[in-house]
């Protein structure tokens, strides 16, 4: 009776969706976002703890099951199911999101909800474990990746439970693990693009050095290029971007992150298809500007791999200050 295409799994065990429940530390106003409530296990018992459920499913079929279940019941008054994609719906306010999703809408729904206005005091996720433990990667550990930057940039990111793929039914291949995200208020004051758009080329290689990744000729030529057209318009990109546009940009970040969101580097040769330094060429003083900028941070012998929330913030405002821009 499952769809496996949809990612359902339901939660078989009632301890550990006690264990998410008081993980996530409802409070008795707050209005809960659920994604793919499916049977309604977890359903039940937000709905018991907070005021209201809102509850978005794709499946039909789940969406029947789940009035049937509550129909006629104190709680169906404070349960509003929404028969939708998650990822092409419009969001209603919510307080908290609570949720055990198919993991194939992963990372473009990470973002959705952190594009999300107003923002939200907390989303408590699973999510497969790779991609949990990649969201909450620091910088040396081996699973830190642009996705972590991103993630962390716009949110505060915490793993909270392990979960083994018994807990499910059906079993699905991966385990799995409950993550909890808090939306930094106030977000950081970047233009997200730009962020994206840096922490982006130093990710293409993450263990390669700044100074290797930037005398790329396609590195060279794309920030020229921008250069150029910013001088010719006279004008220097805004230092920040307004909210509503910076919301647009993380929403668009989800899809090119992918669902698991491996590193280009991931199964590549470190210098196959990597264009070498070749000297001399009509770049060559824009070329001087670039690494005069990492001289000028310390950062060219410096790896993406290692490279904390500020040393990107500040390689950011560098590259700016000397009107080097990356979107
Ligand atoms: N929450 C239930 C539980 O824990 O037992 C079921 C979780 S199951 C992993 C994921 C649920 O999300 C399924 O019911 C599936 O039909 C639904 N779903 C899949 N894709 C969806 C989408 N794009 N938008 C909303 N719901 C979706």
Redesign the pocket.
């Known amino acids: 009776p499952f769809?496996k295409s949809?990612?359902?799994?339901?939660?078989k065990n009632p301890l550990l969706v006690d264990s998410i429940i008081q993980k996530s530390g409802i409070k008795s106003t707050d209005v809960i976002l659920?994604?793919?409530?499916?049977?309604?296990?977890?359903?039940k018992k937000l709905l018991e703890a907070g005021k209201s459920v809102i509850a978005?499913?794709?499946?039909p079929r789940?969406v029947l099951e789940l009035q049937r279940r509550f129909q006629g019941t104190p709680y169906s008054s404070r349960l509003k199911v929404i028969q939708?994609?998650?990822?092409k719906c419009d969001l209603p306010y919510f307080d908290i999101c609570v949720?055990?999703?198919?993991y194939q809408?992963s990372s473009p729904l990470t973002f959705k909800l952190l594009s999300h206005r107003p923002l939200f005091r907390c989303a408590v996720i699973?999510f497969q474990r790779e991609f949990a433990m990649r969201l909450v990667a620091q910088p040396g550990d081996t699973l830190y990746c642009r996705l972590s930057v991103n993630t962390q940039l716009l949110a505060r990111v915490n793993h909270l439970l392990k979960v083994g793929r018994n807990n499910?039914r059906p079993p699905p291949k991966v385990d799995s693990s409950v993550v909890r995200i808090e939306p930094r208020k106030p977000l950081p004051p970047v233009n997200f693009k730009e962020w994206d758009g840096l922490v982006r080329i130093c990710f293409n290689r993450k263990n390669k050095t700044l100074g290797s990744l930037f005398r790329q000729k396609t590195v060279l030529s794309l920030l020229e290029k921008n250069y150029k057209t910013l001088q010719a318009l006279q004008l220097t990109s805004e230092d920040f971007s307004d909210d509503k546009e910076m919301a647009e940009c993380v929403s668009a970040l989800g899809d090119t992150l992918g669902d698991l969101s491996m590193d280009a580097d991931e199964g590549k040769d470190d210098d196959e298809d990597m264009e070498m330094d070749d000297g001399e060429t009509k770049t060559s003083d824009f070329k001087h500007k670039v690494l005069g900028v990492l001289k000028l941070g310390g950062f060219e012998e410096k790896r993406a791999s290692k490279l904390s929330q500020a040393d990107f913030m500040h390689l950011l405002s560098l590259f700016n200050k000397a009107g080097i821009h990356f979107s």
């Open positions: 769809h949809k990612g359902q799994h339901i939660l659920e994604i793919g409530p499916g049977t309604g296990n977890l359903t978005v499913e794709l499946d789940m939708g994609d998650v990822l949720a055990n999703i198919p809408i699973m499910f």
